[in-house]
């Protein structure tokens, strides 16, 4: 389109926890996200559709819709396209090793970063216990992390009135609730372990909304959080660096830059 701005070009950009279908689901500032930026190679970590919220009420306005035909678009300019299926669209795990739209479906994959890292890519899922072995409890969580979601609405609409930027209840939780806490730290050293059970220099993953990039005994953990609170991406750059992409800030810096400045007070000169 010719209105499009000129996007940034990585080689490598990594998105997950998209939750299309569900009311919370940022597509908007995805949108936003996708034409800003750009990438040889697209990695979709996992619950890109929400399958869960979906099967209990639909929900799928246009914008939503654009964010599929944007990802489509993309794989019809060039990009290669690869979609790893999480727990809320485990459906999409039926599908494996098929492409549709240019959009390869794939189990897991190792990506070959530019300085040479061998990273297993996987949503991250499968080795959540809860989600494993007490479903019903996950479903619980989701629950209570809506709610969260929802209350977290209502107060950042009070702070916009007072002119206060977004405030995050459910990730203030994470860093403040100790079993919360503790269960994103074993989920990041269980990763790495099985990163390194595999042979592999590191691992990028979803899952847990917690965008982050460290390392856990010699292996490199990366996770690209989500577009429903946190709205990141990891991006490589062409030197196989990795970078966590910060869009629902980068996005509110530019609308403060781009928003017009009062005018001064005129100099009334004295009688």
């Known amino acids: 389109m010719a209105d499009e701005p000129e996007a940034k070009r990585y080689r490598t950009i990594f998105l997950s926890d998209l939750h299309l ?27 890109i559709v929400d399958g869960w919220k979906l099967r209990k009420g639909w929900h799928w306005p246009q914008a939503h819709n654009d964010v599929v035909q944007k990802l489509l678009r993309k794989a019809r300019k060039g990009a290669r396209v690869i979609y790893v299926p999480g727990n809320h669209d485990e459906f999409a795990r039926d599908y494996t090793d098929l492409t549709f739209g240019g959009v390869e479906v794939v189990d897991h994959a190792v990506h070959e970063t530019a300085d040479g890292k061998k990273m297993l890519v996987i949503h991250g899922d499968q080795f959540d216990i809860v989600v494993r072995n007490a ?3 996950a479903h619980l969580g989701d629950w209570a992390y809506d709610a969260a979601i929802a209350a977290n609405t209502v107060f ?6 007072f002119g206060v930027g977004y405030w995050s209840l459910s990730a203030w939780a994470k860093y403040k609730v100790k079993n919360a806490v503790n ?7 269980t990763l790495a372990a099985e990163a390194q059970r595999r042979g592999v220099d590191g691992v990028i993953c979803g899952h847990i909304h ?14 690209t959080g989500d577009f429903v ?12 660096a990795l970078e ?24 009334v000169a004295a009688a």
Not at 229 to 240: N, Q, R, V
């Open 21 to 47: 279908g569900a009311r919370a689901a940022q597509a908007d500032l995805l949108l936003d996200f996708l034409r800003h930026n750009d990438a040889d190679t697209i990695y979709l970590v996992g619950d």
């Open 135 to 137: 479903r019903w409890l």
């Open 183 to 189: 269960f994103i730290g074993d989920f990041e050293a």
């Open 156 to 161: 950042n609409r009070v702070r916009r009135l």
């Open 244 to 267: 966590i992409l910060h869009w629902r800030t980068t996005a509110a810096e530019r609308a403060a830059t781009a928003a017009p400045r009062a005018l001064p007070a005129p100099n």
């Open 229 to 240: 609170e946190s709205c990141t991406a990891i991006a490589e750059h062409e030197d196989g």
């Open 210 to 223: 917690h965008a982050a990039i460290r390392t856990i005994d010699g292996v490199l953990y990366v996770n």
